[in-house]
């Protein structure tokens, strides 16, 4: 059987909504994250941490999550971590995408059994929301962040660009524009919900 696991990665937040408290916001989003990601079937859960995050990735994990501590908010340290646990699959997303529903968690992992490496788009602010690879990682996928990325960096490094295939897009809460895209019909993202107020 194989060992999958879906790894938060407590991105840099620079943005909050007027009146909203950062941390508390930042604190939100990656809690709902996290809140989704343990109740998933199909993979373990994780968090990924610089030291300075520690306590808040401690703060919202659920009992017995791993927290894989990292140097910086990039994406090869995660897969590392996540192969040196013995997982054969792992996928690293942004921990400010709150409302993203479970089907887009399959559909980041579902490639990699024909695939190296899965990347979903973070719609139109650019950079990523995910990234799944086999495990051990390629040797020739180079380190990223999501804020920058794209599947076009990946793909100039692979043997093919048909290594690199793309996912459906999720939204990440950079900036005003994208609180338009939230759904309140969609289930879960109860904590950022409550901090809009609604």
């Known amino acids: 059987m194989t060992r999958r696991v879906v790894v938060t990665m407590l991105v840099p937040v620079p943005w909050s909504p007027p009146g909203v408290d950062l941390t508390a916001w930042r604190a939100a989003m990656a809690e709902d994250v996290v809140d989704l990601l343990a109740r998933l079937a199909q993979a373990e859960a994780a968090i990924a941490a610089m030291p300075a995050d520690r306590a808040l990735a401690e703060e919202i994990a659920w009992p017995g999550m791993r ?22 699959q792992a ?23 024909g695939k190296a490496v899965a990347v979903a788009p973070a719609g139109p602010g650019g ?8 495990l051990p990682a390629p040797d020739w996928l180079v380190d990223h962040d ?26 990440r809460l950079r900036g005003p524009a994208d609180l338009a895209g939230l759904d309140p019909a969609l289930e879960g993202w109860d904590n950022t919900r409550a901090l809009l107020g609604g």
């Open 146 to 171: 999501l804020d920058t990325a794209s599947a076009q960096l990946l793909r100039r490094t692979a043997p093919t660009p048909g290594d690199v295939t793309s996912t459906p897009p999720w939204r």
């Open 91 to 113: 996928a690293v997303i942004a921990g400010d995408a709150p409302d993203v529903p479970g089907m887009t968690l399959g559909k980041l992992l579902r490639p990699l059994d």
């Open 67 to 88: 927290i894989y501590e990292i140097p910086a908010p990039t994406v090869l340290p995660v897969l590392a971590a996540a192969a040196a646990d013995g997982f054969d």
């Open 127 to 134: 950079g990523l929301f995910g990234v799944a690879a086999g």
